[in-house]
């Protein structure tokens, strides 16, 4: 490589990440507990738990569960019913003021499929985790907070490949995993920084690219109800809104007729973002643990409970779905919940790393000029 | 012109298999658990071992 290629790479890779470095920071610290906030809500207590009953105990019409969810928050309305795969019971319930309020405005808690009894689940409402989350998905700046977090990821991946290109030249007179320990203290961190940053690669890449496509994911949403939605509930454009809404007792098995082979992952009442004014967007997964990420929406008719669509998958809405486990790092069972974390301290370091190379190099070029301006003087 | 490109080669033929080995778990764990889940913890646990061994002599 030309010497005047490689300035040109290095000033890439420093600015990028300087710019990038404060934001990667805050995002690496706050996603460390995030990677264990199961574990962290159970320590807490905060983790919803349900009683324990025989196995066979049956379950309560999913419309007895509307009922319960509200007379526990009366004045409000439903949202979403969600289905935990942990524990079929627990039926996650959003409540909002309004079908159509944000969704950190909105209340969530469990109830108890059997017996509706609601179980608080305090960390999806605030506290520390949620705070950590928060600051993780948009520092509470809402949709520009997103985007502006977006953008620090794709510096941060244009940052990783400059870096690759510069590890060449770098490496080229020394040994793979080579680090200098007894020179100076600067080149024991330049090592260092380019063997941890040349070996978490591909895991900062795919964390780091999913990361963006989950910052986008307003957009994303946004998308797919102007493309997909709009054009499935097309001939209710005119419809009045409706007054009352069906039961939704047999939904979920309306929705397993129309998509056999598949499970529910949530449902979506009429007016949320997910769904239209008039229907139950049940939104089924696949049964493979690869189609289990992916999500089809049956769309049903709120009154007459009738199927009116099943939902095509576009591809944006499947890179969402997958970029979700390849960011969480929850896919994987314990080992790779704790890799997840070391790589995450290992990143850390390479940015910490990043900075002090940049502030020491800064320094050895003020020391040369000022001594040249000595000598010139 | 021979010798910079073996070099090269040389400079990026570990980090470029545990790259690879990377991406592959990462996407096997996708696929299933057990041995799935296994490549996965193999693949990320390899630049976990190099990362932290840098810190040690």
Redesign the interface.
């Known amino acids: 490589m030309k010497s005047s290629t490689i300035r040109r790479w290095s000033s890439v890779h420093t600015w990028t990440s300087l710019i990038c470095t404060l934001f990667l920071l805050m995002l690496a610290l706050t996603g460390l507990p995030l990677i264990f906030h199961h574990e962290i809500d159970h320590l807490l207590g905060d983790a919803p738990e349900l009683k324990e009953m025989p196995a066979d105990t049956p379950k309560l019409d999913l419309q007895e569960l509307v009922l319960k969810a509200q007379a526990h928050r009366p004045g409000e309305v439903m949202q979403y019913f969600g289905w935990d795969e942990d524990d079929s019971n627990g039926v996650v319930t959003i409540m909002a003021a309004t079908a159509g309020t944000e969704p950190n405005s909105s209340h969530t808690f469990m109830l108890d499929a059997r017996s509706g009894d609601v179980v608080e689940m305090p960390s999806a409402n605030g506290g520390f985790m949620m705070t950590m989350l928060r600051l993780h998905v948009d520092m509470f700046a809402g949709l520009p907070g997103k985007l502006l977090l977006a953008f620090m990821g794709l510096l941060f991946v244009v940052a990783i490949i400059s870096g690759v290109v510069l590890y060449a030249p770098f490496m080229r007179r020394l040994k793979f995993a080579t680090v200098r320990h007894d020179k100076s203290s600067r080149l024991r961190w330049l090592d260092l920084h380019n063997l941890i940053g040349i070996v978490t690669l591909t895991w900062a890449l795919v964390v780091g690219v999913t990361g963006v496509i989950s910052a986008l994911s307003d957009l994303v949403i946004a998308a797919w109800r102007n493309e997909s939605l709009a054009a499935m509930v097309a001939p209710y454009r005119d419809a009045p809104p409706l007054t009352e809404l069906a039961p939704v007792s047999r939904v979920l098995d309306i929705a397993a007729d129309a998509a056999p082979g598949m499970q529910p992952d949530f449902i979506a009442f009429p007016g949320t973002r997910f769904s239209s004014e008039h229907h139950y967007a049940v939104f089924m997964k696949g049964s493979t643990h690869l189609t289990a990420h992916l999500l089809t929406p049956v769309l049903i008719d709120a009154s007459t409970l009738k199927v009116t669509a099943i939902g095509d998958r576009p591809w944006y809405m499947d890179a969402m779905g997958l970029s979700q486990p390849l960011h969480f790092g929850d896919y994987g069972g314990r080992p790779m919940q704790i890799l997840w974390a070391v790589l995450d301290v290992l990143t850390i370091i390479v940015l910490g790393s990043g900075v002090y190379l940049w502030v020491v190099r800064r320094r050895a070029i003020a020391t040369v000029s000022a001594a040249r301006a000595e000598v010139a003087g | 012109m021979k010798r910079q490109s073996s ?2 080669w040389t ?5 470029g298999f ?3 080995l ?2 592959l778990g ?1 996407f096997a ?5 057990g041995g ?2 296994a490549l ?2 193999v ?6 071992w ?6 040690f ?1």
């Open positions: 070099s090269l400079v990026f033929a570990m980090p545990i790259a690879l990377g991406a990462l764990a996708l696929l299933g658990d799935w889940d996965a913890w693949g990320l646990g390899l630049p976990a190099y990362g932290l061994r840098g810190f002599r």
